[in-house]
């Protein structure tokens, strides 16, 4: 089992900047990717950014150039860099690692963004 626990979240202004945090522990599988997700309320779940086994890094259109995500294998976290934040961007984000063999989902339990004046 995997366990992956979201921090980081918050309250900021538009223009502002935010730091997410995901912690993975656990049984940690061989991982075949993992990556940040957000669902705004009345909305489907949409991918933000991810990370590849092979290196990729998909964003979403509405995030390039603002939003980066990265990892640090050695301490098995993952984080996303948000700046310029929009009041579009208000969402619950969510932590998400897929397994390579077994292709197995896991997901964190999210946290709130909110870009509001």
């Known amino acids: 089992q995997v366990q992956l626990v979201e921090s980081g979240g918050g309250l900021v202004q538009p223009g502002g900047s935010l730091r997410l945090s995901c912690a993975a522990s656990?049984?940690?599988?061989?991982?075949?990717?993992m990556g940040w997700y957000r669902q705004a309320p009345g909305k489907q779940r949409e991918l933000v950014a991810g990370?590849?086994?092979?290196?990729?890094?998909p964003y979403a259109d509405s995030v390039k150039g603002r939003f980066t995500i990265s990892r640090d294998n050695a301490k098995n976290m993952m984080y996303l860099q948000m700046t310029n934040l929009k009041p579009e961007d208000t969402a619950v984000y969510y932590c998400?690692?897929?397994?390579?063999?077994?292709?197995?989902?896991?997901w964190g339990q999210g946290t709130q963004v909110t870009v509001s004046s």
């Open positions: 656990g049984s940690i599988c061989s991982i075949n990717s």
């Open positions: 998400n690692l897929n397994c390579y063999w077994t292709g197995r989902d896991y």
């Open positions: 990370v590849t086994r092979d290196g990729r890094t």
